[in-house]
């Protein structure tokens, strides 16, 4: 009998022979995978293998689990694992939240998503003049580490997966995090989650950045070496998409320039000498699922197959993991209505199996009184229970990608893709390179010549042109642009949309709205003074000033920064020490 390695096997095998291997290979969840009325269903279709064989473009769309992943990450789909159920929610004090916490993963919740406050946001104190009126009216505040104690009280952060939504003071945030979690006891290299971290979106859309780019990257990097030595399951960065599209981009440009900010994430581990197999796992994405169904489908499968292209290409990733594009996934805000507000829950709906018939890894529902006002506890319970009625009850997560081989789904995703990939052309053209994407092996020896190199000898294609877009206003030229467009398309009636300028007539009476008292920002405030009254002032004090200290070398300024939240430093006293070292970016008054 002749043997075969199982490299000439996996080349001579069929796509379908693969799929089959694989997937006979993986757990499957114990549930019934019928249709409603007992139809026996399989976990995945597509063409034969006589029918592989004639098609020399098939590759390109591929069987579930297989390279370049269009079809999803695994070959059983969401027969292996369902998506994770992450609500978003944050309001009020981390008391107030905490009891939202624990509501959310009573019901079903899957894992955690923390929405913080804008003075949060934006690295300030509750007792800041600036965080005047605004003290958990968005999201919870979080002063301390002491906040965070609070914020997770009875939930074991070793136990459940956080997410945390910010960028400009998140270094700092996650500090906090830690802290808490070493208060509880756990094992700190165990945890596990993600953090946004993306400034290159704060500078393109959403506007909440402390310094410029430069410091903000460096304290990016640090986290990355941090996170790739001590904490391998959390994800330090998660790429967003979401604000980019919230902001009033077009679903191909959402996609190119998150993806292009990926890259330069890519790049800049690179630069720090990391191996990209092993720090890529730890980026994932976060993307806006909105109203158009078909075109946020195809934009979610066109995604994952150029992530894994560019980074088996460009950067030399070589495992599976390290091409693997994970992403969480919140409904679109922006299409949701003051007006007739019921109609919200169904475009949730729409958008949430959009999402999901996408192959997302999480998701968030949107609640329908969020256009209005933070959501009640009713509200969000509705949002919770969408997700779930979708898992429990339509039957699409009997099959892997079962879109897949559509005419139109798969003419759409190559269309997306297409436009992404002149949208790159032109971010790589503004960064001054005169290689673009029809020669990847070029970008790759750029690449390559510059891997392990962080200071000025080195030019990263990607990462030069978004810091000149950047700099020149072209991304949220681009928005707006775009924006402006859709806009005189409602206005005209060429866009339609229910309520608004349309099947105006309602029936509906107002919703009663979630409102946060003022007493939460005096009792944060009062809370605050008490801390700061409590804690060793000369302990704070020169934990603070060995931060800035190493903030001038180029050590890691993780430990160091840790070590100021354990003295109860806050997070303001902490973002203020940066601000006075590296001081403030403002954005360019442009016309």
């Not at 950045?209 to 410091?215: A, D, I, V």
């Not at 290409?313 to 994970?326: F, H, I, M, N, P």
């Not at 039957?395 to 436009?419: Q, R």
């Not at 029809?438 to 990607?462: F, Q, S, Y």
Request: glycine letters at 8%; proline letters at 4%; a negative charge.
């Amino acid at each position: 009998m002749t043997m075969t390695s199982p490299n000439e096997t996996q080349t001579t095998l069929s796509g379908r022979d693969r799929w089959e291997q694989r997937y006979a290979a993986s757990k499957i969840r114990e549930a019934d995978f019928t249709t409603l009325s007992g139809m026996q269903v399989e976990p995945a279709y597509g063409p034969t293998p006589e029918q592989e064989r004639a098609d020399p473009d098939f590759d390109r769309i591929g069987w579930p689990g297989e390279f370049p992943f269009t079809r999803g990450l695994y070959p059983t789909g969401y027969r292996g694992r369902t998506w994770t159920i992450r609500q978003f929610a944050g309001f009020g004090n981390a008391q107030q939240t905490n009891e939202r916490y624990k509501m959310i993963l009573g019901r079903g919740g899957g894992g955690l998503s923390v929405a913080f406050d804008m003075p949060t946001l934006m690295g300030r104190d509750s007792d800041d003049a600036m965080s005047l009126g605004e003290v958990g009216h968005c999201g919870v505040a979080v002063d301390s580490a002491s906040d965070m104690d609070i914020l997770f009280s009875d939930i074991t952060l070793e136990d459940v997966t956080t997410s945390m939504t910010i960028s400009g003071p998140a270094v700092p945030v996650f500090c906090m995090y830690l802290v808490a979690a070493e208060r509880q006891g756990c094992d700190v290299g165990k945890l596990n989650g993600t953090l946004q971290t993306d400034i290159f979106k704060e500078y393109i859309a959403q506007k909440e950045w402390l310094f410029s780019p430069e410091p903000h990257l460096r304290l990016i990097g640090d986290l990355m070496e941090y996170c790739d030595a001590n904490i391998p399951a959390y994800k330090p960065l998660s790429v967003s998409g979401y604000h980019i599209r919230e902001a009033g981009s077009t679903a191909a440009q959402e996609l190119a320039f998150t993806l292009a900010d990926g890259f330069g994430y890519v790049e800049l581990g690179l630069s720090r000498g990391l191996d990209v197999n092993s720090f890529a796992p730890g980026l994932s994405f976060f993307f806006d699922s909105h109203v158009d169904f078909f075109e946020e489908i195809a934009k979610f499968r066109a995604a994952r197959r150029i992530w894994a292209t560019w980074m088996r290409d460009v950067y030399g990733a070589t495992s599976e993991k390290a091409q693997w594009l994970r992403f969480h996934t919140q409904t679109a805000g922006v299409s949701l209505t003051a007006q007739q507000p019921l109609n919200n829950v169904v475009r949730t709906a729409t958008e949430a199996l959009a999402a999901v018939l996408g192959g997302t890894n999480s998701l968030h529902t949107n609640a329908l009184d969020e256009t209005l006002a933070l959501p009640t506890e009713q509200s969000a319970e509705v949002a919770l229970r969408t997700q779930q009625v979708i898992m429990e009850e339509t039957g699409v997560t009997n099959v892997a990608d079962p879109l897949g081989g559509s005419w139109y789904v798969e003419a759409l995703t190559d269309k997306i893709e297409a436009e992404a990939m002149r949208i790159f052309d032109q971010i790589l053209r503004l960064g001054g390179s005169s290689v673009g994407v029809d020669d990847m092996a070029g970008l790759a020896e750029i690449v390559r010549a510059n891997t392990g190199h962080k200071g000025a000898d080195a030019t990263w294609p990607m990462t030069a042109g978004i810091l000149r877009g950047i700099e020149e206003g072209w991304f949220s030229a681009e928005i707006a642009d775009a924006a402006f467009q859709h806009q005189i398309s409602l206005e005209k009636g060429d866009k339609r949309v229910v309520g608004v300028n349309c099947h105006t007539d309602s029936v509906a009476s107002e919703l009663e709205i979630l409102r946060v008292s003022h007493e939460v920002e005096r009792e944060q405030v009062r809370e605050l003074g008490e801390r700061r009254a409590a804690r060793n002032e000369d302990i704070a004090a020169d934990a603070l000033s060995r931060m800035v200290e190493v903030s001038r070398t180029g050590e890691n300024m993780i430990p160091a920064m840790l070590d100021a939240v354990r003295a109860e430093c806050t997070l303001g006293e902490i973002c203020n020490a940066l601000r006075d070292e590296w001081g403030i970016y403002r954005e360019p008054a442009r016309f």
